[in-house]
């Protein structure tokens, strides 16, 4: 992992952390803060853990990287000077103006990216080296799965994590939207099966964390 991805792994964890403690901080239960940072950290280093172990199995490596947009029309004139950090802005301040009531924790995407060893093993020349859209949708699905386990698991356990159980199941609904680099449009355009799999899951895991009375 390139000392970038790391610094972007990190942030990321912060922000999560940031969107999770919010209401929190506003309530002045600082108590909740240690569960809600560790609850941050496992969750994106396993999405992120996820994405890269599926790549490794296709020969491949996932390079993430925090959330931007450079075009914002369908021009080529029409783009910001340099790429927006949206998933450092948007995330703080629906989170803000909305005093912890909005989450939206899309931080991360990723760019997938064959290895040499790819081409050597499969082919025998390095003439082809790019993955096709369809293994770059099996990686980003990976990471929505990987929130949903946690989701999952977080749910069950024996001390009252309800909250942080519906931050997975909402993580995983966002990310599937398919605009921008977002998990959802690498997955949707590589394989609108896999996605509309994972988007009906993903919905009734997030019923169940909107509707706690219907669990």
């Known amino acids: 992992m390139k000392l970038q991805e790391i610094y972007n792994v990190l942030a990321a964890i912060i922000i999560l952390f940031a969107i999770i ?10 108590n909740f803060l240690p569960q809600a940072f560790i609850f941050s950290t496992i969750t994106i280093i396993l999405i992120v853990a996820a994405r890269k172990f599926v790549a490794h199995s296709l020969d491949a490596d996932a390079e993430h990287e925090i959330w931007s947009i450079y075009q ?14 949206f998933g450092i802005i948007l995330p703080l301040l ?4 909305s005093f912890g009531i909005i989450k939206f924790p899309v931080i991360l995407t990723f760019e ?3 290895l040499k060893r790819r ?21 980003a699905g990976s990471g929505i799965i990987a929130a949903l ?3 999952l698991i977080t749910y069950f356990l024996p001390a009252n994590f309800e909250y942080l159980a519906k931050i ?14 977002l998990d959802g449009a690498q997955i949707f355009y590589g394989s609108r099966t896999l996605w509309l799999t994972l988007f009906l899951i993903t919905i009734v895991f ?4 909107l509707f706690p009375f219907l669990s």
């Open 112 to 114: 997938a990216r064959a």
């Open 168 to 181: 997975s199941a909402y993580y995983a609904l966002v990310n599937l939207i398919p605009i921008s680099k």
């Open 94 to 97: 629906l989170s803000i103006i």
């Open 21 to 30: 403690s919010f209401p929190s901080i506003l309530k002045s239960n600082l």
């Open 206 to 209: 997030t019923i169940y964390a």
């Open 149 to 151: 386990v946690i989701s």
């Open 72 to 85: 914002w029309g369908i021009k080529p004139h029409q783009h910001f000077s340099k790429p927006i950090k």
């Open 119 to 139: 081409a050597a093993k499969r082919f025998g020349f390095y003439s082809f080296t790019e993955i096709t859209e369809f293994h770059n949708a099996v990686i």
